[in-house]
């Protein structure tokens, strides 16, 4: 009763604020959902993107959750009382969430899964493994895909202020069961990553929403790196409203779509990224082991069990070096050495904390003046040296 109350409640304070309505159909071509429990698999744009398709088809459905939620008592009673969700697995052979699925199943109910794990930086859509596909032949259920557009626009990770925007959510295709029995994991594998895989700025070519940031460039040092016509790197200097190059003394700035304006090679930041990318791929190669390529000092530095949770007792002040093959942190005095190819998972949690996975644990580093995406860039390209 609790559930339902709350969930009714935050049905109708979405839909007023989100102007959201009831969406039933496929594409506009009469395809309705099915009535038996179905598997929602969707790009990842936000944090609301639960909720919101929860509303769009208004159903219960559990759904696939960030192991953050659960970290603190108030998030964890909602999270899994109140809303229906199961933690998703820390490490690569968890796989207790998987039979919390089933159970699910069981019990007649939806899922809700974003394969995708996170939010891209960059507009777009995060490439997934193929696990998803195996996990959803495990299960057995129709799958319909859905598409996210446009809510990166309201405050993309790296953005210092929200914008107005509006999203939009398709219900793009359905997947039968008698299908999904005839098709091999690479095939839905496939269909899964072409079908999910979502550019916003290829939705906002078409729609031209305006976005009106207050100072559109702010904070994008903590994802640039690389300027998108000469390619230097290093050499871009960042105001709140502009991006100048040193080398080339070309100027770059945000419209208020969100397109890049002053560039010859990128008319957006997904562009700008795949550039950075093919420029710090070649740019690594010459650094010998011994060289610090990237330095950052008054870090926050923590350091968990890959399966717990970050506590703020074990925060401690830490300046980092990254060099070819590893990453020293030094904190208190001692130094601890992180080899790189014992990472399986880099990326950025919440807006600006760089997150690293090994088997055994996990480590965060952050401040204001950090630039973890940049470091993840950087990352990236020397794992694949």
């Known amino acids: 009763m609790f559930r339902r109350i709350f969930q009714g409640i ?30 929602f698999l969707s790009n ?30 108030l998030y964890r009673l909602i999270a899994k009382h109140l809303i229906d969700t199961i933690k998703r697995g820390c490490s690569k052979t968890d796989i207790g969430y998987i039979k919390e699925l089933f159970r699910a199943k069981q019990r007649n109910l939806s899922i809700g899964i974003y394969p995708e794990g996170g939010i891209n930086y960059f507009n777009d859509s995060i490439r997934f493994g193929e696990s998803t596909a195996k996990l959803c032949k495990k299960l057995d259920m129709p799958i319909v895909l859905v598409n996210v557009n446009g809510a990166t626009f309201g405050r993309p990770r790296w953005a210092k202020h929200q914008a107005n925007y509006r999203s939009e959510t398709k219900f793009k295709r359905l997947i039968t069961r008698e299908e999904l029995q005839n098709l091999s994991v690479a095939e839905l594998d496939a269909i899964l990553q072409t079908e999910l895989y979502v550019n916003d700025y290829d939705w906002q070519r078409a729609n031209l929403m305006p976005v009106n940031r207050i100072e559109p460039c702010a904070n994008l040092e903590r994802a640039l790196c690389v300027c998108p016509d000469c390619n230097s790197i290093g050499d871009l200097k960042f105001s709140s409203n502009s991006v100048y190059c040193r080398h080339c003394n070309h100027t770059f700035t945000l419209d208020k779509y969100d397109f890049v304006v002053g560039s010859d090679n990128a008319t957006d930041l997904v562009q700008w990224n795949a550039i950075q990318t093919k420029a710090l791929d070649k740019y690594v190669k010459k650094f010998n082991p011994s060289d610090v390529i990237l330095q950052a000092d008054n870090l926050i530095y923590n350091k968990a069990d890959l399966n717990g949770y970050f506590r703020k007792h074990n925060q401690t002040n830490a300046g980092a070096k990254l060099y070819c093959d590893r990453i020293e942190i030094t904190s208190n005095g001692n130094t601890e050495i992180y080899q790189l190819a014992e990472f399986f998972k880099v990326y950025v949690e919440f807006g600006n904390v760089l997150q690293l996975h090994c088997d055994d644990y996990k480590i965060r580093l952050t401040s204001d003046n950090f630039f973890a995406q940049v470091w993840v860039s950087y990352i990236h390209s020397l794992l694949k040296k």
Do not use: T, W
Not at 34 to 39: A, F, T
Not at 44 to 52: E, I, M, P, S, T
Not at 60 to 71: K, M, N, P, S, T
């Open 10 to 39: 935050v049905a109708i304070i979405m839909r007023i604020v989100y102007k959201l309505s009831p969406k039933v159909s496929f594409d506009d071509n009469g395809i309705v959902l099915p009535k038996e429990p179905v598997l």
């Open 44 to 73: 990842h744009q936000g944090n609301l993107d639960a909720l919101k398709l929860r509303v769009h088809c208004k159903r219960r459905i559990v759904f696939v959750v960030h192991e953050e939620v659960y970290r603190r008592g």
